[in-house]
T-cell receptor, first 114, second 115 residues
Framework: AQSVTQLDSQVPVFEEAPVELRCNYS??????LFWYVQYPNQGLQLLLK????STLVKSINGFEAEFNKSQTSFHLRKPSVHISDTAEYFC????????????WGLGTSLAVNP | GAGVSQSPSNKVTEKGKDVELRCDPI?????LYWYRQSLGQGLEFLIY????????KSGLPSDRFSAERTGGSVSTLTIQRTQQEDSAVYLC?????????????FGEGSRLTVL
């Protein structure tokens, strides 16, 4: 069975510091990988996704994630965070690209402090 | 609005009462999903509607839970005889063509508290 593990439930960091939110998955089939973000009092929204091709994918607000098949990881990184990045981040995998079978991690709460 | 709309945003009810949660998806989106988000838990898939196909109800936790989607648009999730363990945030999402792999558009959720 597929599963997603987000290794850190909470990540406190100072503004302008780098951050890495870790995500590992287990699957016996090929998967597509996603990071969703939930800002305070808002719905979840897609941050970035890996479907195929380049293993490094980027979002419009400076986040990037790299698919590492050998380590079954899809860690999310940003070299310099802002206060506005404070949010809950969810990693998800989709076996065989089936939307309704998205498997979700428990989320990582990123708190950016001044 | 252009996004997924859910109502009510907050619902407090007494144990044993029935509740209805409503979701209005993005216009033109053929797929609609209900998830449950409990404290300390990931998103739990409940039910999926795709066009006129039979819904995938495999995630519904018990027969107290049901959902319908009328006219391929608005959906209602009904919980009968609510229990305290039903307290959670119920999220609705919609998506468009099957090529939009993984891109679900979520509403802000309905927070249900069962006393």
């Amino acid at each position: 069975a597929q599963s997603v593990t987000q290794l850190d439930s909470q990540v406190p960091v100072f503004e302008e510091a780098p951050v890495e939110l870790r995500c590992n998955y287990s699957s016996s089939v090929s998967v597509y990988l996603f990071w969703y973000v939930q800002y305070p009092n808002q719905g979840l929204q897609l941050l970035l996704k890996y479907l195929s091709g380049s293993t490094l994918v980027k979002s419009i607000n400076g986040f990037e994630a790299e698919f590492n098949k050998s380590q079954t990881s899809f860690h999310l990184r940003k070299p310099s965070v802002h206060i506005s990045d404070t949010a809950e981040y969810f990693c998800a995998v989709s076996p065989s690209g089936n939307n309704r079978k998205l498997i979700w991690g428990l989320g990582t709460s990123l708190a950016v402090n001044p | 609005g252009a996004g997924v709309s859910q109502s009510p945003s907050n619902k407090v009810t007494e144990k044993g009462k029935d509740v209805e949660l409503r979701c209005d998806p993005i216009s033109g989106h053929t797929a609609l999903y209900w998830y449950r988000q409990s404290l300390g838990q990931g998103l739990e898939f409940l039910i999926y509607f795709q066009g006129n196909s039979a819904p995938d109800k495999s995630g519904l936790p018990s027969d107290r839970f049901s959902a319908e989607r009328t006219g391929g648009s608005v959906s209602t999730l009904t919980i009968q005889r609510t229990q305290q363990e039903d307290s959670a945030v119920y999220l609705c999402a919609s998506s468009g063509a099957s090529g939009d792999i993984g891109e679900l558009f979520f509403g802000e959720g309905s927070r249900l508290t069962v006393l």
